[in-house]
C-alpha cells in the first residue's frame, strides 16, 4: 500500500513538473513572438519615417504622404498592444501626433503637385537616396494596397507618377552622365549612354506620346549626341594631304630608261 502511494505521488510530481515545463516553455514561446512582432513592427516604423524624411525632395500628393502616415499609425497601434509600462506609454504618445497629422493632411488635402517640375538633384548622393526612395515608395504603395488599404484609384495613379519620376531621373542621371564622359572625351561611353537614354524615350513615347518631358527629352538627347559626333570627328588625327610633290618625287627615283 505504502510502495502504491509513492508511486502515485511520484506519478502526479512527473505530471506536475511536465506541466509546469510546457506551461513555462508556452510563456516563452508567446514572449518570442512578442518580441519578434515588436521588432517587425519598429521595422515598420523607422523604413517608413525614412522615406518621409525623404519626400520633400520629390513632387508627392497628399495621397501618398497619407499612405505612409496611416502606415506607421497601424504599426504603432499594434505594437501597443504587445507593450506595457513606459515603453507602452511612449508608442501611445507617438500614436496621438501621427493620428493628429493623418487629421491635418485628411482635412487640408491640397492639389497633387506637378512633376514636370521636377529636376535632378546635383548631389551624386542624393540622387541614389532619391532613387532608393522611390523604390521603396513603390514597394509601400504595392504593399498597402494588397492589404485593401489604398483603393485601386489612388493605387494607380500614385504608381504611374512613382513610375514617370523613376524615368525621369533614369534619363537624366544617362544624359548627365553622357555629358561627363564627353567632357573627358570619352566619347564611345558617351555615345553609348545617350544612345541608351534614346532607345528608353523612344519605348515610353510609344505609351504616352503627348508626354511634354519625353518629346523634350529626346530633342535634347539627340542634340547632345550630335554635340559628341562632331566633338569625336574634330579630335580625330586629320588624313595626310597628298600633293603634286609626290609624283614629282616619284619620277624623280624612278629607274632611268635605257635609250
Wanted: one cysteine or more.
Amino acid at each position: 500500500m505504502t510502495f502504491t502511494l509513492v508511486l502515485l505521488l511520484i506519478g502526479a510530481l512527473l505530471l506536475l513538473i511536465i506541466g509546469i515545463s510546457l506551461i513555462q516553455q508556452q510563456k516563452e514561446r508567446a514572449e518570442a513572438e512578442r518580441r519578434t512582432e515588436i521588432a517587425r513592427q519598429r521595422a515598420i516604423i523607422d523604413e517608413t519615417e525614412s522615406v518621409l524624411s525623404n519626400t520633400g525632395m520629390v513632387p508627392c500628393s497628399s495621397h501618398i504622404i497619407l499612405v505612409l502616415y496611416k502606415r506607421i499609425q497601424d504599426a504603432l497601434e499594434i505594437s501597443i498592444q504587445h507593450t506595457s509600462g513606459q515603453v507602452q506609454g511612449e508608442y501611445q504618445r507617438r500614436l496621438a501626433d501621427v493620428q493628429t497629422q493623418v487629421s491635418a493632411i485628411t482635412a487640408n488635402a491640397g492639389a497633387v503637385p506637378p512633376i514636370e517640375n521636377f529636376r535632378l538633384p546635383d548631389n551624386d548622393k542624393q540622387v541614389l537616396a532619391l532613387v532608393k526612395t522611390l523604390k521603396m515608395l513603390k514597394a509601400i504603395l504595392r504593399a498597402e494596397h494588397n492589404k485593401g488599404k489604398v483603393s485601386p484609384n489612388i493605387f494607380a495613379e500614385e504608381e504611374k507618377r512613382i513610375d514617370s519620376l523613376q524615368l525621369r531621373i533614369n534619363v537624366d542621371s544617362m544624359l548627365s552622365r553622357a555629358r561627363s564622359a564627353a567632357t573627358m572625351k570619352q566619347y564611345g561611353s558617351s555615345k553609348q549612354m545617350v544612345t541608351k537614354a534614346l532607345a528608353t524615350l523612344h519605348a515610353i513615347k510609344a505609351l504616352t506620346p503627348n508626354d511634354p518631358f519625353i518629346a523634350r527629352k529626346v530633342d535634347e538627347a539627340k542634340q547632345l549626341l550630335d554635340e559628341i559626333m562632331g566633338a569625336q570627328k574634330s579630335s580625330e588625327p586629320n588624313a595626310p594631304k597628298q600633293n603634286n610633290e609626290e609624283d614629282d618625287l616619284d619620277m624623280l627615283f624612278q629607274p632611268k630608261k635605257k635609250w
